[in-house]
């Protein structure tokens, strides 16, 4: 890596680590998902039940600064292996951790902005913008998700060097967002073979982290119990991606919606699993493998949120990078930049800086330094902006203060997780529709996925005699990376 390269990918994760501190050292747990992931963590310490009210509502009141309602309790929906994560955690003060917990997600992000760097051969520095506001979303919301980003990038990056121990460790990490990274775990099982040894050994160790998390009866518990409870219970919630949540919103039976959604989750996350095969296959790239496997479970899939869609950002830069032909690579390129911002918060200046930064630096990352790519860039950063700003004027993101909750009351020993089934239902304003705001996400997600079918239909650049695409030139080798 040169040293004007090294110096920009510093210089950005610089401000990326600085940023996530401030959050931290800023920010209010009682507003972030961490404070439900800490508390379980102390749950799990004191081999307590963490997926019941209690005892995680008494932990979480400690924390809340604000008056819920008394029932109110939110849960901490992940398997055993990745709560034990948690405990260590929980040792410390919940401030003190939630700061630590900040840096550890801004330097998982900072990993993997490397490592898909090198496996696209682009400038790391572009790459880190383009996973900016996402990734700074998600430390900000206390979530999880940077670090599947982590592991899947990281997974391709060792394929691509053929180094499969390590390759088929850090998919494994995927895992911590089990809905979406177990589609990387498959098809690196499937079309990596020398990995299969360590998945295998690495899931059965997960198997034991979980259990001796939990036990075996509370294991048995979250996966016969807590996830359907936990799917119903989102249901209603309008920050669902989720088919099943489509379906109830336009008036189908519970049921029936919930069916149909696991029924397409099955069917796309297969789908894109072999996709991913078959593009790895025709490219001979099979570090493409993980980063393009994600995509079907994050289109309409199960329990997914604006934060999991960060874990398409990979595979959309790799299209826009790969594609061949004007009318292809600028799909490519307005798919990228509708994954990379974000559509779901008001468009304050923060806000809009951080959209334009990073769809400037991904559509510089795609690009050759033929045709003026900061040019190009600047001027697809402009558009999004603008976009940003027009979407924000006629369907206005939820404002705190239009939260309002209807008391309510749940039993110590219920499930944390019918208890926020009753949260969402006692508050209208988290529940009214306002699926506009998810319109350019799920374009940008069908938009990749039309080209990434396009990458698996052409042949690859060795069968054609091509020159490399277009992002090599402005970067060093794959091998200069280490």
Request: charged fraction near 10%; charge should be positive.
């Amino acid at each position: 890596m040169g040293r004007a390269t090294l110096a920009s990918f510093a210089a950005v994760a610089f401000v990326v680590a600085l940023i996530s501190l401030l959050l931290a050292g800023r920010g209010a747990i009682e507003h972030q998902s961490f404070k439900a992931f800490y508390c379980a963590g102390v749950a799990v310490r004191h081999r307590e039940d963490p997926y019941r009210v209690e005892p995680l509502r008494s932990c979480e009141r400690r924390l809340l600064s604000n008056h819920e309602p008394e029932g109110y309790v939110e849960p901490a929906p992940l398997p055993g292996y990745a709560l034990a994560v948690f405990a260590p955690l929980a040792l410390l003060s919940p401030k003190a951790a939630a700061v630590v917990f900040a840096l550890a997600m801004a330097i998982a992000t900072i990993l993997a902005a490397y490592c898909l760097s090198a496996v696209l051969q682009a400038p790391p520095a572009a790459v880190l913008l383009a996973f900016a506001p996402l990734a700074l979303l998600n430390i900000a919301y206390g979530e999880i998700v940077p670090l599947a980003l982590a592991g899947i990038c990281c997974a391709g990056y060792c394929i691509a060097r053929e180094r499969w121990v390590e390759a088929g460790a850090a998919v494994c990490v995927a895992l911590i967002a089990p809905n979406v990274g177990v589609a990387a775990v498959v098809a690196v099982f499937l079309f990596a073979p020398r990995t299969r040894i360590v998945i295998l050994i690495f899931g059965a160790l997960l198997a034991i982290l979980s259990v001796l998390a939990l036990g075996v009866h509370r294991n048995i518990e979250y996966a016969t119990t807590v996830l359907p409870l936990m799917a119903r219970a989102e249901l209603v919630a309008s920050d669902q991606y989720s088919l099943s949540h489509l379906l109830y919103a336009a008036g189908m039976a519970p049921n029936s919606a919930l069916l149909l959604g696991r029924t397409w989750f099955v069917i796309a996350t297969v789908g894109s699993i072999a996709i991913a095969g078959v593009v790895s296959i025709r490219r001979r790239e099979t570090a493409l493998v993980p980063l393009i496997a994600p995509l079907g479970a994050l289109f309409f899939g199960i329990y997914l949120h604006d934060i999991q869609m960060l874990l398409a950002i990979p595979a959309a830069l790799a299209a826009a990078a790969r594609t061949r032909g004007v009318t292809f690579r600028t799909t490519a390129l307005a798919a990228l930049a509708l994954l990379v911002a974000v559509w779901t918060q008001r468009a304050a200046r923060a806000t809009l800086i951080l959209d334009g930064a990073g769809v400037a630096g991904a559509v510089y990352g795609a690009l050759s330094p033929a045709g003026n790519r900061l040019a190009r860039a600047i001027a697809a950063a402009a558009v999004t902006i603008a976009a940003v700003l027009l979407l924000g004027r006629y369907l206005t993101p939820l404002a705190g203060s239009q939260i309002i909750t209807a008391p309510f009351h749940v039993a110590p020993n219920d499930w944390a997780a019918n208890a926020w089934a009753i949260y969402l239902r006692s508050t209208p304003a988290l529940t009214n529709s306002n699926a506009g705001v998810k319109v350019p996400t799920l374009l940008g997600l069908f938009l990749t996925l039309v080209c990434i079918v396009r990458l698996g239909l052409t042949p690859s650049r060795s069968e054609l005699r091509e020159p490399p695409p277009e992002s090599a030139p402005y970067s060093v080798s794959l091998q200069r990376y280490g």
